[in-house]
Protein backbone atom coordinates (compact mmCIF):
# COMPACT_ATOMS: atom_id res chain seq x y z
CA UNK A 1 0.00 0.00 0.00
CA UNK A 2 2.74 2.45 0.53
CA UNK A 3 5.63 3.64 -1.55
CA UNK A 4 8.13 4.17 1.28
CA UNK A 5 7.89 3.57 5.04
CA UNK A 6 6.30 6.24 7.18
CA UNK A 7 9.12 7.14 9.24
CA UNK A 8 11.56 7.60 6.24
CA UNK A 9 8.57 9.52 4.76
CA UNK A 10 8.55 11.99 8.14
CA UNK A 11 12.73 12.38 8.23
CA UNK A 12 12.62 13.62 4.16
CA UNK A 13 9.50 16.21 4.79
CA UNK A 14 11.20 17.59 8.14
CA UNK A 15 14.38 18.02 5.75
CA UNK A 16 12.78 19.45 3.07
CA UNK A 17 11.13 22.03 5.18
CA UNK A 18 7.66 21.13 3.55
CA UNK A 19 5.35 18.31 2.58
CA UNK A 20 1.75 17.89 1.68
CA UNK A 21 -1.35 15.67 2.31
CA UNK A 22 -4.75 14.72 2.09
CA UNK A 23 -7.09 12.19 3.42
CA UNK A 24 -9.94 9.89 2.16
CA UNK A 25 -12.99 9.46 4.77
CA UNK A 26 -16.34 8.21 5.04
CA UNK A 27 -18.80 10.05 7.17
CA UNK A 28 -21.89 8.21 6.48
CA UNK A 29 -24.20 6.84 9.20
CA UNK A 30 -21.19 6.98 11.73
CA UNK A 31 -20.85 9.47 14.81
CA UNK A 32 -17.56 10.37 13.78
CA UNK A 33 -15.76 10.90 10.80
CA UNK A 34 -13.55 7.73 10.08
CA UNK A 35 -10.50 7.99 8.02
CA UNK A 36 -9.63 5.67 5.38
CA UNK A 37 -6.19 7.09 4.10
CA UNK A 38 -3.75 9.56 4.11
CA UNK A 39 -1.99 10.91 0.81
CA UNK A 40 1.55 12.51 1.82
CA UNK A 41 3.78 14.08 -0.95
CA UNK A 42 7.28 14.85 -0.49
CA UNK A 43 9.42 17.00 -3.09
CA UNK A 44 13.46 17.16 -2.07
CA UNK A 45 16.36 16.78 -4.06
CA UNK A 46 15.76 13.19 -4.62
CA UNK A 47 12.48 14.12 -6.48
CA UNK A 48 8.92 13.89 -5.81
CA UNK A 49 7.72 11.02 -3.66
CA UNK A 50 4.15 10.18 -2.77
CA UNK A 51 3.01 8.31 0.19
CA UNK A 52 -0.40 6.15 0.64
CA UNK A 53 -0.91 5.39 3.88
CA UNK A 54 -3.57 2.98 4.49
CA UNK A 55 -5.01 4.33 7.68
CA UNK A 56 -7.21 1.03 8.80
CA UNK A 57 -4.09 -1.22 8.89
CA UNK A 58 -4.11 -2.51 12.62
CA UNK A 59 -1.23 -1.63 14.42
CA UNK A 60 -0.64 1.54 12.08
CA UNK A 61 1.86 4.02 13.95
CA UNK A 62 1.35 6.92 13.44
CA UNK A 63 3.75 8.85 15.76
CA UNK A 64 6.11 10.08 12.80
CA UNK A 65 3.50 11.56 11.09
CA UNK A 66 2.28 13.22 14.18
CA UNK A 67 6.15 15.07 14.92
CA UNK A 68 6.17 16.06 11.81
CA UNK A 69 2.83 17.28 11.60
CA UNK A 70 3.70 19.57 15.11
CA UNK A 71 6.93 20.97 14.01
CA UNK A 72 6.64 24.75 13.67
CA UNK A 73 9.65 24.14 10.83
CA UNK A 74 7.73 22.56 8.99
CA UNK A 75 5.36 23.75 6.66
CA UNK A 76 1.68 21.06 6.02
CA UNK A 77 0.47 21.68 2.61
CA UNK A 78 -3.26 21.02 2.17
CA UNK A 79 -6.31 21.98 0.03
CA UNK A 80 -9.40 22.77 1.82
CA UNK A 81 -7.83 20.88 4.79
CA UNK A 82 -10.17 22.13 7.71
CA UNK A 83 -11.73 18.04 7.34
CA UNK A 84 -8.21 16.64 6.98
CA UNK A 85 -6.06 18.61 10.23
CA UNK A 86 -9.54 17.76 12.32
CA UNK A 87 -9.36 13.89 11.44
CA UNK A 88 -5.49 14.12 11.66
CA UNK A 89 -5.43 15.97 14.95
CA UNK A 90 -7.95 13.13 16.67
CA UNK A 91 -6.29 10.09 14.87
CA UNK A 92 -2.73 10.89 15.46
CA UNK A 93 -3.09 12.98 18.75
CA UNK A 94 -1.37 15.70 17.78
CA UNK A 95 -0.71 19.50 16.87
CA UNK A 96 -0.62 20.39 13.46
CA UNK A 97 1.18 23.82 12.69
CA UNK A 98 2.66 26.10 9.84
CA UNK A 99 -0.34 25.00 7.67
CA UNK A 100 -0.82 26.94 4.18
CA UNK A 101 -4.17 25.65 2.49
CA UNK A 102 -3.91 26.25 -1.30
CA UNK A 103 -8.04 27.47 -1.14
CA UNK A 104 -7.54 30.00 1.48
CA UNK A 105 -4.70 31.14 0.00
CA UNK A 106 -6.46 31.84 -3.72
CA UNK A 107 -8.77 33.90 -2.18
CA UNK A 108 -5.81 36.11 -1.37
CA UNK A 109 -4.80 35.63 -4.91
CA UNK A 110 -7.82 37.08 -6.95
CA UNK A 111 -9.52 33.65 -7.29
CA UNK A 112 -11.94 32.17 -5.52
CA UNK A 113 -11.99 31.26 -2.17
CA UNK A 114 -14.55 28.40 -2.52
CA UNK A 115 -12.24 27.23 -5.28
CA UNK A 116 -12.63 22.89 -5.47
CA UNK A 117 -9.14 21.49 -6.11
CA UNK A 118 -9.43 20.65 -9.43
CA UNK A 119 -10.94 24.22 -10.56
CA UNK A 120 -7.24 25.58 -8.98
CA UNK A 121 -5.43 23.05 -10.92
CA UNK A 122 -6.61 23.83 -14.32
CA UNK A 123 -6.84 27.67 -13.56
CA UNK A 124 -3.11 27.57 -12.34
CA UNK A 125 -1.09 24.95 -13.91
CA UNK A 126 -3.50 24.18 -16.75
CA UNK A 127 -3.83 20.40 -15.39
CA UNK A 128 -6.93 18.53 -15.58
CA UNK A 129 -7.56 16.16 -13.52
CA UNK A 130 -10.47 12.85 -13.33
CA UNK A 131 -12.46 13.01 -10.20
CA UNK A 132 -13.95 9.49 -10.73
CA UNK A 133 -13.42 7.93 -7.56
CA UNK A 134 -14.88 10.71 -4.96
CA UNK A 135 -17.19 9.27 -3.66
CA UNK A 136 -16.22 5.68 -3.51
CA UNK A 137 -16.85 3.54 -0.47
CA UNK A 138 -12.79 4.43 1.10
CA UNK A 139 -13.80 1.91 4.37
CA UNK A 140 -13.79 -1.34 2.21
CA UNK A 141 -10.50 -3.25 1.27
CA UNK A 142 -9.00 -4.03 -1.13
CA UNK A 143 -8.50 -0.86 -2.58
CA UNK A 144 -9.36 -0.77 -6.59
CA UNK A 145 -6.62 0.32 -9.13
CA UNK A 146 -8.80 3.35 -9.75
CA UNK A 147 -9.01 4.51 -5.87
CA UNK A 148 -5.02 3.96 -5.76
CA UNK A 149 -4.53 5.77 -8.25
CA UNK A 150 -7.11 9.10 -7.28
CA UNK A 151 -5.57 8.91 -4.02
CA UNK A 152 -2.31 9.61 -5.56
CA UNK A 153 -3.31 12.18 -8.07
CA UNK A 154 -5.13 14.24 -5.66
CA UNK A 155 -1.52 15.35 -3.99
CA UNK A 156 0.63 14.67 -7.24
CA UNK A 157 0.45 18.27 -8.34
CA UNK A 158 -0.42 19.69 -4.50
CA UNK A 159 3.38 21.81 -3.90
CA UNK A 160 3.53 23.18 -7.43
CA UNK A 161 0.33 24.70 -6.95
CA UNK A 162 1.17 26.19 -3.61
CA UNK A 163 4.69 27.36 -4.76
CA UNK A 164 2.43 29.03 -7.83
CA UNK A 165 0.28 31.08 -5.46
CA UNK A 166 2.93 31.60 -3.17
CA UNK A 167 4.88 33.66 -5.62
CA UNK A 168 1.74 35.45 -6.44
CA UNK A 169 0.90 36.15 -2.70
CA UNK A 170 4.34 37.23 -2.41
CA UNK A 171 4.61 40.00 -5.58
CA UNK A 172 1.26 41.05 -4.28
CA UNK A 173 2.17 41.77 -0.98
CA UNK A 174 -0.41 39.53 1.06
CA UNK A 175 1.74 36.24 1.72
CA UNK A 176 1.77 37.24 5.23
CA UNK A 177 -2.05 38.01 5.26
CA UNK A 178 -2.77 34.40 3.65
CA UNK A 179 -0.57 32.74 6.02
CA UNK A 180 -2.35 34.81 9.00
CA UNK A 181 -5.66 33.00 7.87
CA UNK A 182 -4.16 29.75 7.70
CA UNK A 183 -2.91 29.76 11.17
CA UNK A 184 -7.03 29.66 12.29
CA UNK A 185 -6.91 25.43 11.04
CA UNK A 186 -4.58 24.73 13.79
CA UNK A 187 -7.17 24.46 15.98
CA UNK A 188 -9.54 22.67 13.31
CA UNK A 189 -12.01 19.87 15.56
CA UNK A 190 -14.37 17.93 14.85
CA UNK A 191 -15.25 16.96 18.88
CA UNK A 192 -19.07 17.46 19.17
CA UNK A 193 -19.05 19.72 22.39
CA UNK A 194 -22.64 19.41 24.33
CA UNK A 195 -22.02 22.83 24.92
CA UNK A 196 -21.95 23.94 21.48
CA UNK A 197 -24.41 22.11 20.32
CA UNK A 198 -26.51 22.75 22.43
CA UNK A 199 -26.51 26.28 21.67
CA UNK A 200 -27.31 25.75 18.26
CA UNK A 201 -30.30 23.82 18.87
CA UNK A 202 -33.39 25.53 16.77
CA UNK A 203 -35.10 27.81 18.83
CA UNK A 204 -33.18 27.28 21.97
CA UNK A 205 -33.89 30.66 23.13
CA UNK A 206 -37.33 30.97 22.70
CA UNK A 207 -37.52 27.72 26.01
CA UNK A 208 -37.59 29.29 29.02
CA UNK A 209 -34.64 28.58 31.56
CA UNK A 210 -35.94 25.78 33.41
CA UNK A 211 -36.48 23.60 30.01
CA UNK A 212 -33.54 24.58 28.18
CA UNK A 213 -32.05 22.51 31.10
CA UNK A 214 -33.79 19.64 30.35
CA UNK A 215 -32.85 20.28 26.68
CA UNK A 216 -29.28 20.25 27.79
CA UNK A 217 -29.59 16.74 29.62
CA UNK A 218 -30.94 15.58 26.73
CA UNK A 219 -28.34 16.57 24.51
CA UNK A 220 -25.37 15.11 26.73
CA UNK A 221 -27.45 11.71 26.50
CA UNK A 222 -27.72 11.66 22.82
CA UNK A 223 -24.26 12.70 22.25
CA UNK A 224 -23.38 9.98 24.44
CA UNK A 225 -25.32 7.16 23.56
CA UNK A 226 -24.91 8.18 19.85
CA UNK A 227 -21.14 7.58 20.43
CA UNK A 228 -21.22 4.41 21.84
CA UNK A 229 -23.15 3.11 19.28
CA UNK A 230 -21.49 5.29 15.99
CA UNK A 231 -24.39 6.41 14.45
CA UNK A 232 -25.02 10.12 13.41
CA UNK A 233 -26.52 11.75 16.67
CA UNK A 234 -29.45 12.82 14.71
CA UNK A 235 -30.69 9.74 13.60
CA UNK A 236 -30.50 8.62 17.40
CA UNK A 237 -32.41 11.91 18.52
CA UNK A 238 -32.82 14.94 16.47
CA UNK A 239 -32.45 18.49 17.19
CA UNK A 240 -36.50 18.80 17.04
CA UNK A 241 -37.12 16.62 18.94
CA UNK A 242 -35.13 17.67 21.98
CA UNK A 243 -36.65 21.07 22.06
CA UNK A 244 -40.19 19.54 21.67
CA UNK A 245 -39.07 17.14 24.60
CA UNK A 246 -37.66 19.64 26.49
CA UNK A 247 -40.72 22.25 25.93
CA UNK A 248 -43.41 19.64 27.00
CA UNK A 249 -41.41 17.68 29.48
CA UNK A 250 -43.69 14.69 29.64
CA UNK A 251 -43.59 12.63 32.37
CA UNK A 252 -45.28 9.69 31.43
CA UNK A 253 -44.99 6.90 28.22
CA UNK A 254 -48.34 8.18 27.20
CA UNK A 255 -47.53 11.52 27.32
CA UNK A 256 -44.19 10.99 25.42
CA UNK A 257 -46.03 9.68 22.54
CA UNK A 258 -47.55 12.45 21.94
CA UNK A 259 -44.32 14.27 20.97
CA UNK A 260 -43.95 14.84 17.35
CA UNK A 261 -40.36 14.35 15.83
CA UNK A 262 -39.26 11.47 18.25
CA UNK A 263 -39.95 8.31 15.99
CA UNK A 264 -42.04 5.06 17.43
CA UNK A 265 -38.53 3.07 17.44
CA UNK A 266 -36.85 4.99 19.38
CA UNK A 267 -39.96 5.31 21.97
CA UNK A 268 -39.93 1.61 21.95
CA UNK A 269 -35.67 1.26 22.88
CA UNK A 270 -35.66 4.25 24.93
CA UNK A 271 -38.48 5.88 25.86
CA UNK A 272 -37.87 4.49 29.54
CA UNK A 273 -34.75 6.17 28.98
CA UNK A 274 -36.18 9.54 28.04
CA UNK A 275 -38.32 9.92 30.87
CA UNK A 276 -35.44 9.80 33.47
CA UNK A 277 -33.47 12.14 31.58
CA UNK A 278 -36.01 14.56 31.13
CA UNK A 279 -36.96 14.00 35.09
CA UNK A 280 -32.69 14.90 35.56
CA UNK A 281 -32.91 17.78 33.64
CA UNK A 282 -36.05 19.37 35.61
CA UNK A 283 -33.85 18.75 38.79
CA UNK A 284 -30.80 20.54 36.93
CA UNK A 285 -30.13 24.31 37.52
CA UNK A 286 -31.96 26.25 35.17
CA UNK A 287 -30.28 27.65 32.02
CA UNK A 288 -30.62 31.68 31.56
CA UNK A 289 -30.62 32.70 27.90
CA UNK A 290 -27.40 34.52 27.03
CA UNK A 291 -26.78 37.62 25.89
CA UNK A 292 -26.95 38.32 22.30
CA UNK A 293 -23.64 38.16 20.51
CA UNK A 294 -25.18 41.03 17.88
CA UNK A 295 -26.57 44.41 18.66
CA UNK A 296 -30.71 43.88 17.52
CA UNK A 297 -31.02 45.18 13.77
CA UNK A 298 -33.60 48.17 12.54
CA UNK A 299 -35.21 48.52 9.17
CA UNK A 300 -32.92 51.89 8.98
CA UNK A 301 -30.17 49.51 8.86
CA UNK A 302 -30.96 47.71 5.44
CA UNK A 303 -29.67 51.09 3.25
CA UNK A 304 -26.27 50.95 5.28
CA UNK A 305 -26.21 47.23 5.28
CA UNK A 306 -26.23 47.59 0.93
CA UNK A 307 -23.83 50.52 0.99
CA UNK A 308 -21.18 48.77 3.60
CA UNK A 309 -20.96 46.07 1.46
CA UNK A 310 -20.55 48.36 -1.91
CA UNK A 311 -17.59 49.82 0.13
CA UNK A 312 -16.03 46.19 0.71
CA UNK A 313 -16.60 45.08 -2.53
CA UNK A 314 -14.94 48.40 -3.66
CA UNK A 315 -11.51 47.49 -1.70
CA UNK A 316 -11.28 43.47 -2.02
CA UNK A 317 -11.35 44.41 -5.53
CA UNK A 318 -8.78 46.52 -5.95
CA UNK A 319 -6.52 44.49 -3.12
CA UNK A 320 -7.54 41.17 -5.91
CA UNK A 321 -8.81 39.38 -2.82
CA UNK A 322 -11.90 36.97 -2.75
CA UNK A 323 -15.03 39.03 -1.08
CA UNK A 324 -16.14 36.45 1.36
CA UNK A 325 -12.61 36.00 3.13
CA UNK A 326 -13.54 39.47 4.47
CA UNK A 327 -17.05 40.00 5.45
CA UNK A 328 -21.07 38.34 5.31
CA UNK A 329 -24.06 40.10 5.94
CA UNK A 330 -24.18 39.02 9.22
CA UNK A 331 -20.66 40.38 10.22
CA UNK A 332 -22.10 43.97 8.06
CA UNK A 333 -25.38 43.73 9.89
CA UNK A 334 -24.12 43.87 13.55
CA UNK A 335 -21.34 46.13 12.57
CA UNK A 336 -24.19 48.92 11.33
CA UNK A 337 -26.36 48.37 14.18
CA UNK A 338 -23.06 48.71 16.82
CA UNK A 339 -22.44 52.55 14.85
CA UNK A 340 -26.19 53.58 14.60
CA UNK A 341 -26.22 52.63 18.92
CA UNK A 342 -23.05 54.08 19.54
CA UNK A 343 -22.48 50.24 21.01
CA UNK A 344 -18.78 48.87 21.50
CA UNK A 345 -17.59 47.59 18.41
CA UNK A 346 -19.15 43.93 17.75
CA UNK A 347 -16.01 41.33 17.50
CA UNK A 348 -16.42 40.35 13.93
CA UNK A 349 -13.67 38.79 11.51
CA UNK A 350 -14.18 42.50 9.11
CA UNK A 351 -13.05 44.99 11.85
CA UNK A 352 -10.07 42.91 13.01
CA UNK A 353 -6.14 41.66 12.24
CA UNK A 354 -5.77 42.84 8.63
CA UNK A 355 -9.18 42.73 7.36
CA UNK A 356 -9.30 46.10 9.64
CA UNK A 357 -6.42 47.19 7.96
CA UNK A 358 -8.19 46.37 4.58
CA UNK A 359 -11.07 48.15 5.28
CA UNK A 360 -13.15 47.42 8.79
CA UNK A 361 -11.50 50.86 10.08
CA UNK A 362 -12.92 52.76 6.63
CA UNK A 363 -16.00 50.92 7.09
CA UNK A 364 -16.38 52.35 10.31
CA UNK A 365 -15.63 56.02 9.29
CA UNK A 366 -18.14 55.45 6.35
CA UNK A 367 -20.88 54.45 8.48
CA UNK A 368 -20.28 57.43 11.29
CA UNK A 369 -20.47 60.34 7.82
CA UNK A 370 -16.80 60.72 7.27
CA UNK A 371 -16.45 58.99 4.12
CA UNK A 372 -18.63 59.60 0.39
CA UNK A 373 -18.93 57.45 -2.06
CA UNK A 374 -19.52 57.99 -5.67
CA UNK A 375 -19.04 56.19 -9.07
CA UNK A 376 -16.18 57.49 -11.36
CA UNK A 377 -15.71 57.53 -14.73
CA UNK A 378 -14.61 53.69 -14.98
CA UNK A 379 -17.71 52.78 -13.27
CA UNK A 380 -15.55 51.86 -9.94
CA UNK A 381 -16.62 53.46 -6.66
CA UNK A 382 -14.56 56.75 -5.59
CA UNK A 383 -13.98 56.72 -1.94
CA UNK A 384 -13.52 60.35 -0.28
CA UNK A 385 -13.51 62.32 3.34
CA UNK A 386 -16.68 63.93 3.70
CA UNK A 387 -16.66 67.59 3.84
CA UNK A 388 -16.48 68.49 7.45
CA UNK A 389 -19.98 69.81 7.49
CA UNK A 390 -21.42 66.34 6.74
CA UNK A 391 -19.82 64.61 10.00
CA UNK A 392 -21.53 66.20 12.94
CA UNK A 393 -23.09 63.04 14.28
CA UNK A 394 -21.65 63.73 17.96
CA UNK A 395 -23.87 66.57 18.60
CA UNK A 396 -27.02 64.45 18.17
CA UNK A 397 -27.96 62.40 21.30
CA UNK A 398 -28.85 58.58 21.19
CA UNK A 399 -31.60 57.21 19.82
CA UNK A 400 -32.71 60.61 18.24
CA UNK A 401 -33.91 60.77 14.68
CA UNK A 402 -31.15 62.32 12.83
CA UNK A 403 -28.62 60.22 14.90
CA UNK A 404 -30.25 56.88 13.28
CA UNK A 405 -30.18 58.70 9.54
CA UNK A 406 -26.89 60.41 9.70
CA UNK A 407 -24.45 57.87 8.85
CA UNK A 408 -26.25 56.97 5.89
CA UNK A 409 -26.99 60.36 4.84
CA UNK A 410 -23.38 62.04 5.09
CA UNK A 411 -22.10 58.88 3.36
CA UNK A 412 -25.05 59.26 0.60
CA UNK A 413 -24.56 62.69 0.18
CA UNK A 414 -21.23 62.64 -2.82
CA UNK A 415 -23.93 60.17 -4.69
CA UNK A 416 -26.95 62.04 -4.45
CA UNK A 417 -25.45 65.10 -5.71
CA UNK A 418 -23.75 63.00 -8.49
Same mark, same amino acid.
Given at each position: ?48 ? &? ?12 ? %? ?38 ? $? ?50 ? /??? +? ?14 ? /? ?8 ? +? ?16 ? !???? /??? @? ?16 ? *? ?5 ? $? ?5 ? &? ?11 ? *? +? ?8 ? @? ?21 ? $? ?16 ? +? ?17 ? $? ?10 ? @? ?33 ? /? ?12 ? %? ?8 ? %? ?17 ? !?? @?
Amino acid at each position: MTDAPLAQFAARAQAAGRFGLDTEFVGEGRYRTLLCLIQLVVSDGDGLD &ILVVDALENGLDLE %PLASVLADPGVSVVVHAGRQDVALLRRYAQTAVSSIFDTQ $VAAGFAGLSAQAAYDTLLRELLGVRVQKSASYTRWDRRPLNVEQLAYAREDV /LHL +LEMADTLERRLDASGR /LEWACEECRA +LETATDAREPEQLFARLP !RINS /LGP @SQRAIAYELVVYREQLAE *QQDRPAG $VVLSDVA &IVELAKRAPRTPE *Q +LEQIRGVNAG @SLRRRGIDLLAVIADGTRRPAIA $VGERNHEPGSPVDAPQIA +LAEALVRARVLEAGLAYEL $VAARADLAAIVA @SVRRRAAQPEVRTLSGWRGELVGNELLAMLRGERS /LSVGPEGRLDITVA %PASEVDLEDD %PPGSPSAEREPATGALAQR !RS @S
